[in-house]
């Protein structure tokens, strides 16, 4: 697909929301909301800060606007539920992944499996593509919080071979048909439960991406890393299709702004972010565990052919769609 330049949310996506068109004298009135928002991740760790930056930047600069109400993260909504609680109303938005959606939206895993930027699937109608498929499962794709940084298996014992068999290792949605193609027994279990889960053995380890074991505290229990990495870590503000569709439109276009603002933190973020957390991994003791060359080549290889078979079976049409745009050539 030609890269062209797009606007930053697409009309067909606007026309999708309904949204009026604006004339002069017939602007709307601007009027405050509140909206409640949750996290899929635990308060004060990597992952909840960009989206806390975003918060306080929202609530600073869209007083009479726009106000954000966080009541908490997975102890408020378990995380694999704040999906119905997104689709259903309960809540408004989410600092959530795809990964964690994926039971209402199965679709959305295609933005862990590309080697496009967030900025490139904007500007090449990918993103206009994907919000129709969000909003029709009563879902918005506000924004992206978190990219650059590829997903990685940890484990408590030492794996140096692609084959799996005979591990167990904890998973999410994103990565579970790849490692069950690589022949380990996976467990799916939210966040706050992998410590527990590492420390009775019940997994031998977990997929997790390159940021973030230290705010959790795996790194306790973690003692290899395999290389290579694979995928391309996605967190993203979803929002209740509902709500985005209740805005009115000087509300969502501040909203608008302050998501080119937040994507716009993401790449030098990121790089900075992943050099200081490697150091900080070779310090805690845990050891780099690198495959073969050949061995390595066929790890990456199913890694993407079961993310993208496991799409395409969910979602045919849309899947096959999905994969000619975004899945590496």
């Known amino acids: 697909m030609t890269r062209t330049s797009r606007p930053f949310v697409a009309l067909a996506v ?43 930047k929202v609530n600073a600069e869209g007083k009479g606007l726009v106000q954000i109400n966080f009541i908490g993260g997975p102890k408020a ?19 959530t992944t795809t990964s964690f959606t994926a039971s209402v939206i199965p679709e959305g895993l295609s933005l862990n499996y590309t080697d496009f930027t967030m900025a490139e699937l904007r500007r090449n109608g990918t993103m206009e593509y994907l919000n129709t498929l969000f909003l029709d499962k009563g879902l918005y794709y506000y924004a992206r919080t978190g990219e650059g940084i590829q997903y990685y298996i940890y484990s408590t014992k030492r794996i140096d071979k692609a084959d799996l068999s005979g591990f167990k290792l904890r998973i999410a949605p994103i990565y579970r048909d790849f490692f069950a193609k690589q022949g380990a027994s996976v467990v799916q279990m939210a966040p706050g439960e992998v410590y527990t889960g590492l420390e009775r053995g019940v997994v031998d380890g977990y997929g997790w991406p390159l940021i973030g074991i230290f705010d959790l505290g795996w790194h306790e229990k973690t003692k290899f890393r395999l290389e290579p990495g ?51 991994q070779q310090d805690a003791g845990i050891q780099v565990v690198k495959l073969p060359d050949a061995e390595a080549k066929s790890f990456l290889k199913n890694a993407y052919d079961a993310a993208w078979d496991g799409i395409v079976k969910a979602s045919p049409t849309h899947g096959a769609k999905l994969r000619g745009m975004m899945a590496p050539k």
């Open 230 to 280: 694979f995928y391309a870590i996605e967190l993203g503000i979803q929002f209740s299709a509902a709500t985005w569709r209740k805005l009115n439109p000087q509300q969502r276009a501040f909203l608008e702004k302050q998501a080119e603002w937040l994507e716009a933190q993401l790449a030098q973020q990121a790089r900075e972010d992943s050099v200081a957390e490697i150091k900080r």
């Open 77 to 95: 909504i378990p995380t694999f539920e704040q999906g119905n609680a997104l689709r259903t109303g309960v809540v408004d938005l989410a600092n």
């Open 14 to 56: 606007r026309a999708a929301l309904g949204l009026a068109v604006l004339v002069p004298g017939a602007a709307a009135v601007a009027q405050e909301v509140t909206l409640r928002a949750v996290s899929g991740f635990n308060e004060g760790t990597y992952f909840n800060r960009m989206f806390d930056r975003w918060v306080q």
